[in-house]
């Protein structure tokens, strides 16, 4: 089964996206995958669960956040096998 981290940054954006985060979530899991759900609570709590996603093997990390959470996530996931979203 292939495995997705969703890291959701909540303080990112104009709008509540907690609703919206499950619902990707649900997307995955119907399509076979194994999904972990995380809120990251500052920028050193994101970097960790981005860490965290690669020493679990995730096949992906889906970044629910603003352009620095999403700058952050690929430049800790570069050479690694988990495929960012």
Do not use: C, Y
Not at 10 to 28: D, H, I, Y
Not at 29 to 46: D, F, I, K
């Amino acid at each position: 089964m292939r495995l997705a981290w969703v890291v959701h940054n909540p303080s990112a954006g104009r709008l509540p996206s907690s609703s919206l985060v499950r619902r990707a979530a649900a997307v995955f899991r119907s399509q076979g995958w194994s999904v972990e759900l995380h809120t990251a609570r500052q920028r050193e709590h994101l970097k960790d669960l981005i860490r965290r996603s690669i020493e679990a093997s995730a096949d992906a990390l889906i970044v629910a956040g603003g352009d620095g959470s999403v700058g952050l996530a690929a430049s800790v996931l570069r050479g690694s096998r988990t495929a960012l979203g």
